[in-house]
């Protein structure tokens, strides 16, 4: 064994890493060679150094009371009898919108005080945003071109969404998936700003609907809108300007002609 | 409008929420603790741990290893690294490998010595200087004294990978103490 072999290989000497043969040799290299013996000697030092307790960070209270299966939701929520119960079990059985809205109450119980049946939305729609972002969720069919998106969808929604290509207002098409959202499949948009993604939900709405806002929660900043008989959510962790500045393009493009339902 | 989601099953799955409190919520320190040391601040590593709980519950199904807290150290990683979205996991190769000069090291020189006597808190200062990915490698294996079998998993990793890493980790975890054991610097990665 070279020094310079051993200069790696003690490491995983210290860390009981290496097979019998490969311990033994090490053994006797640091035997025989007083730097790499008086290195060995070194690290073993710092890894005691690092094996002090005061290093390791527990986790703080808040976060312990808010995990701990025992207690009530830690929140100001309305005491029904039903939120009595173990927020984990709820969390259990209501999925992962469920999860938000119960173990999260300093951040979710702004979307409860807002009132109207939009709310669960925001928080379905976040939940949805940061699941596309886990490595194999994003896309379902990858492509910059509208004209491969918007066919991808047919057959597998009861409409046909609107696809735009907003490349020349800094917010490229990326690709789409489909999603669920409400209760009912949702077209999934995804669109870049830099290395940020925008996903944009859209499905059926009733013609009158026009109701349109903004939130934000917990980073992510969401604005809702319905026009011409559809409604639609987008989402993202880009500032509140950067995605209104997306809004606005998408509302403006002339793109594919809307089209509520196939022919 | 749509319709109202607020509607929560009466008969829960004791026997799925069971298995996670008996298996991940154990791990929650162990979460914290790689949190905070990537995060470097106490509310955003609450933010990340908060968020892999979330994503932990989500995905729980998909659990069948025999390690929770391999799965759930990884979970919180992935968090961290989407969260800060700064800078993807993969992307410090090139200031890893600039590093590497500095790591030609002969034996013991005088200043090493000290080592002995470095406090904690100079310590600290010194592994929260590290590029995140010798950080995290660090704080796997010498505060959750985790295999290399672990870290690879964790940090999606070949082992020879871990086992370089861990070994440019304390070169300059060394190099720093020896070097600068009482200077206070502090710089974003
Ligand atoms: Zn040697």
């Given at each position: ?11 995983a000497y210290l860390d009981n890493e290496l097979d019998a043969a490969q311990s033994a040799t090490m053994i006797k290299h640091l035997r025989d060679c007083t730097a790499c013996a008086a ?87 976040i939940s949805s945003h940061i699941r596309s972002l886990q490595a194999q969720h994003l896309m379902d069919v990858v492509s910059t071109d509208q004209h491969t998106v918007k066919p991808w ?9 609107r696809v735009k290509d907003l490349t020349g207002e800094g917010f490229p098409l990326i690709g789409g998936r489909l999603d669920a959202i409400a209760g009912r499949s949702v077209a999934a ?75 | ?189």
């Amino acid at each position: 064994m070279t020094c310079d072999d051993a200069r790696l290989l003690v490491h995983a000497y210290l860390d009981n890493e290496l097979d019998a043969a490969q311990s033994a040799t090490m053994i006797k290299h640091l035997r025989d060679c007083t730097a790499c013996a008086a290195s060995y000697d070194v690290y073993g030092r710092l890894r005691k150094a690092l094996a002090q307790p005061g290093l390791y960070r527990r986790a703080p209270d808040a976060l312990r009371e808010r995990w701990s299966p025992a207690q009530p939701a830690a929140s100001a929520a309305p005491a029904s009898p039903r939120r009595r119960r173990a927020p984990l079990a709820y969390a259990m059985a209501a999925g992962f919108a469920g999860a938000l809205l119960l173990t999260s109450p300093a951040w979710i119980a702004g979307l409860r005080q807002d009132g109207g049946g939009g709310n669960p939305v925001v928080a379905e729609a976040i939940s949805s945003h940061i699941r596309s972002l886990q490595a194999q969720h994003l896309m379902d069919v990858v492509s910059t071109d509208q004209h491969t998106v918007k066919p991808w969808f047919e057959g597998k929604l009861d409409f046909s969404p609107r696809v735009k290509d907003l490349t020349g207002e800094g917010f490229p098409l990326i690709g789409g998936r489909l999603d669920a959202i409400a209760g009912r499949s949702v077209a999934a948009l995804i669109y870049k700003r830099h290395l940020h993604v925008i996903n944009l939900y859209q499905w059926p709405a009733d013609a009158s609907a026009t109701a349109s806002s903004e939130e934000q929660r917990h980073g992510y900043t969401v604005i809702r809108w319905a026009t011409e008989g559809m409604h639609y959510v987008a989402v993202s962790d880009v500032s509140a300007g950067d995605l209104k500045q997306f809004v606005l393009a998408f509302q403006n493009d002339a793109g594919t002609p809307t089209a509520r339902s196939p022919p | 409008m749509p319709a109202d989601l607020h509607v929560i099953s009466p008969n829960p799955d004791s026997v799925r929420s069971a298995r996670f409190e008996a298996l991940v919520l154990p791990c929650l320190d162990a979460a914290y603790n790689l949190a905070r040391w990537l995060a470097r601040d106490n509310a955003d590593a609450q933010d990340v741990v908060q968020e892999a709980m979330l994503r932990a519950l989500r995905y729980f199904d998909s659990f069948h290893g025999s390690d929770a807290r391999v799965w759930l150290l990884a979970i919180v990683r992935n968090t961290f690294y989407t969260l800060r979205t700064k800078t993807p996991p993969g992307s410090l190769h090139e200031s890893l490998d600039e590093d590497a000069h500095t790591l030609v090291d002969g034996g013991p020189s005088p200043e090493t010595l000290t080592l002995l006597a470095v406090d904690v808190g100079t310590l600290q200062l010194a592994l929260e200087r590290l590029p995140s990915p010798l950080r995290e490698v660090i704080v796997l294996r010498e505060l959750e004294e985790c295999s290399y079998k672990e870290i690879a998993a964790i940090t999606e990793q070949k082992i020879g990978t871990v086992m370089s890493r861990l070994a440019r980790a304390r070169e300059r975890l060394k190099a720093e103490l020896a070097h600068h054991p009482k200077e206070v610097r502090r710089h974003d990665v």
